[in-house]
């Protein structure tokens, strides 16, 4: 196992800056994840680090090492890309073995690796198969297993379940989950869902811009997002947020003329945004303090929950509303919710979250 370290990494191509300074530390075993829109520069980066795109400036030291000018082949990583990239003539047990063949391992030592991965991914009864004969999800394995048996000191994947679909995507996220707890090796892996990102991750890296926007852990980033962008991105569905101006008491003002239960040290008339999740809003009573009141636009059933789009004031998209199945909803309805004070955010003109609190207790 080893840690990765970036300091002051830039990338252009050209004129055009695409990354525009990377400082990131990666610990001994752990899986971070990198994940943003299209084009925020994260495979560009995930390529420096593993050797195939050049450091513009800045470093890159893998176990201590600086790598900028190391051949990708002299690194000691294995990475799995978006395409399989499978020799079609060949066999699973071929495919693995293919890398340790050309650097002259022995042959009774290629089996023994093959098996043993193979093992590991479930894959020891499809050795003697082509790729046309395996699922996506399995070839997506085999992809992995191809990488394992090289016993890499890292592994990178690059969005390697993109061209899966939903339901094997899901069944290769408990696949790669199982195989880091077993390895226990470093991983750094890119994506744009985000939900992969909060079910593999022990660190994501939240990326916007060429920028790094905030890292932590999974929860970290859902209960603390430092800022609009953030709070934006990370959750399905993503956390609500409607315009509002700071009253005279500190308290936001929205648009509809709700008022949050939440204090800020903002001057009075300051333009804000104030964000609340889905499952911190709830079906509101008479008489409570910051209800939020819109026409129901669309109900999503999801069995045990309901998600429920209101059309509110302020708003730049629709808010939406976590229920119990039980409830009934229909669309065009008036629908009225409260806010949990603990869970309200806000953030201010430049999109930075800012320190709240409240009569009970103070917050950051």
């Known amino acids: 196992m080893v840690s990765v370290v970036l300091s002051g990494v830039r990338k252009s191509f050209g004129t055009v800056e695409i990354l525009k300074g ?27 680090i593993c050797g195939l795109d050049e450091v513009t400036s800045g470093t890159v030291a893998i176990g201590g090492e600086v790598v900028n000018d190391v051949p990708p082949a002299q690194r000691g990583i294995a990475m799995v890309f978006q395409s399989y990239a499978l020799y079609p003539h060949m066999t699973v047990a071929e495919n ?11 042959k009774a030592e290629i089996r023994s690796r093959v098996a043993t991965s193979a093992a590991v991914l479930r894959l020891d009864k499809l050795l003697d198969r082509k790729p046309r004969e395996l699922s996506g999800g399995q070839r997506q394995r085999v992809a992995i297993g191809r990488a394992i048996v090289r016993d890499p000191r890292l592994f990178l994947f690059d969005e390697p379940l993109s061209n899966l679909d939903a339901a094997l995507r899901v069944d290769m996220r408990a696949e790669i989950a199982s195989l880091k707890a077993r390895l226990g090796s470093t991983m750094i892996y890119v994506t744009h869902d985000q939900i992969e990102a909060m079910t593999l991750a022990d660190k994501i890296v939240v990326m916007n811009a060429g920028r790094i926007e905030q890292v932590g852990s999974p929860l970290d980033l859902y209960r603390m997002p430092a800022n609009r962008f953030v709070a934006g991105f990370i959750g399905s569905p993503r956390m609500n947020v409607v315009a509002a101006v700071v009253g005279p008491d500190g308290r936001p003002v929205l648009a509809g ?5 939440v204090r800020t040290d903002l001057a009075p008339g300051t333009r804000i945004d104030v964000g609340i999740r889905a499952e911190h809003l709830s ?6 303090e910051g209800t939020l009141s819109g026409a129901v636009r669309v109900v999503e059933h999801l069995g045990s929950d309901v998600f429920v789009h209101l059309a509110v004031e302020g708003a730049a998209y629709p808010v939406i509303v976590r229920i119990g199945g039980e409830r009934q909803v229909r669309a065009g309805d008036l629908f009225r919710v409260t806010p ?15 320190p709240t609190r409240s009569p009970a207790r103070s917050a950051a």
């Not at 990377?22 to 420096?48: H, N, Q, W, Y």
């Not at 955010?345 to 800012?354: E, N, S």
């Open 340 to 354: 949990e004070p603990s869970s309200i955010h806000v953030f201010d003109a430049a999109g930075l979250r800012v």
């Open 96 to 106: 693995m073995g293919y890398s340790l063949r050309l650097a002259g391992v022995d």
């Open 257 to 261: 003329g709700a008022v949050f239960p």
């Open 283 to 288: 079906p509101a009573e008479n008489g409570d």
């Open 22 to 48: 990377i400082d990131l530390t990666v610990e001994d075993g752990e899986f971070a994840v990198f994940v943003g829109p299209s084009g925020c520069g994260k495979s560009t980066l995930l390529r420096m």
